[in-house]
C-alpha cells in the first residue's frame, strides 16, 4: 500500500485525491490517509502531492515510521468502507498525527 505522512499535517491540499481510481484517500481533521486494503498500489497520488507527502510503504523515511500503522490503524473503527467520497471525513485523527505539532507557515 501507499501512505501518506507528515508533510501533509495541517496542509491537506488534496491534490491526491483526484487522482485515486479507487477513492481510497480519506480526510481527517488534519491530514488524510490511504486506506490499506482499499489502495490498489496504482501509485498515481504519489508524483501529484506538492509537499511529496506520499510513499510506497516501504519506500517512508524512517522518521515517518509511524505514520504506516497510523494509516492503517485510523480505519479501525470504520472498517472498509469502500469509497471515501461516499462515507465521509473520519471523525478524528490517528493519535500520531493529534500528537504532532502544529505547523506554522
Ligand atoms: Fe496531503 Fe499531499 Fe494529498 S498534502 S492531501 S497527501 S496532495
Ligand atoms: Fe489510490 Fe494512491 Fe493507492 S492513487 S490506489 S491511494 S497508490
Given at each position: 500500500?501507499?501512505?501518506?505522512?507528515?508533510?501533509?499535517?495541517?496542509l491537506?491540499?488534496?491534490?491526491?485525491?483526484?487522482?485515486c481510481?479507487?477513492?481510497?484517500?480519506?480526510?481527517?481533521?488534519?491530514?488524510?490517509?490511504?486506506?490499506?486494503?482499499?489502495?490498489?498500489?496504482?501509485?498515481?497520488?504519489?508524483?501529484?502531492?506538492?509537499?511529496?507527502?506520499?510513499?510506497?510503504?516501504?519506500?517512508?523515511?524512517?522518521?515517518?515510521?509511524?505514520?504506516?500503522?497510523?494509516?492503517?490503524?485510523?480505519?479501525?473503527?470504520?472498517?472498509?468502507?469502500?469509497?471515501?467520497?461516499?462515507?465521509?471525513?473520519?471523525?478524528?485523527?490517528?493519535?500520531?498525527?493529534?500528537?504532532?505539532?502544529?505547523?506554522?507557515?
Amino acid at each position: 500500500t501507499y501512505v501518506i505522512a507528515q508533510p501533509c499535517v495541517d496542509l491537506k491540499d488534496k491534490a491526491c485525491i483526484d487522482e485515486c481510481p479507487v477513492d481510497c484517500i480519506y480526510e481527517g481533521p488534519r491530514m488524510m490517509y490511504i486506506h490499506p486494503d482499499e489502495c490498489v498500489d496504482c501509485g498515481a497520488c504519489e508524483p501529484v502531492c506538492p509537499v511529496e507527502a506520499i510513499f510506497y510503504e516501504d519506500d517512508l523515511p524512517q522518521q515517518w515510521n509511524e505514520f504506516a500503522p497510523a494509516n492503517a490503524e485510523v480505519f479501525e473503527k470504520v472498517g472498509s468502507p469502500g469509497g471515501a467520497s461516499a462515507s465521509g471525513p473520519l471523525v478524528s485523527d490517528h493519535p500520531v498525527v493529534e500528537n504532532t505539532s502544529p505547523v506554522t507557515a
